[in-house]
């Protein structure tokens, strides 16, 4: 194997390693002052996405709590699996990314699912641009905040 080849392979493997590490990077503190809350580009305001981090907090440390598969309570009826957590109330958003996506005005955007309203990973929040807007940002930032309490979210 040539010099150039091997090279090329060990960049290759390099950027892998660190893509891999930013995707899995979660954009969570317990230090709110620690960083920027957000990386903006929603059609939503810095002051509308925290009000949207607060109600998904107090959602999941209230009583009544959230619902960690609702998506198969809404399809197939299946029974809630509720959990309510007050360690929500000490994770803040950490240059969470939020982004709004264009969708043509019907409110869905492409998705590993085939069309979603929203979806998200540890780090970015993606949402139909002309979709529920705070709501669905809300349902994200919940799933967010409940993985990095460490449970696990069925979508």
Known sequence: MS??????RI???SLLFVLIGCANKTSVTNDPKACAAFVNKSNQTDQQLMAAWVRAQTDIASQSGVCLNALDVAISGAPCQNVADRRALNLWPCNLTVISVADGGNGWIPCSAGKCIGYSTKNTIWVAASGAGPADITYEMENIILQELGYVIRR
């Open 11 to 13: 960049i290759a493997a």
């Open 3 to 8: 010099l150039r080849i091997h090279c090329q």
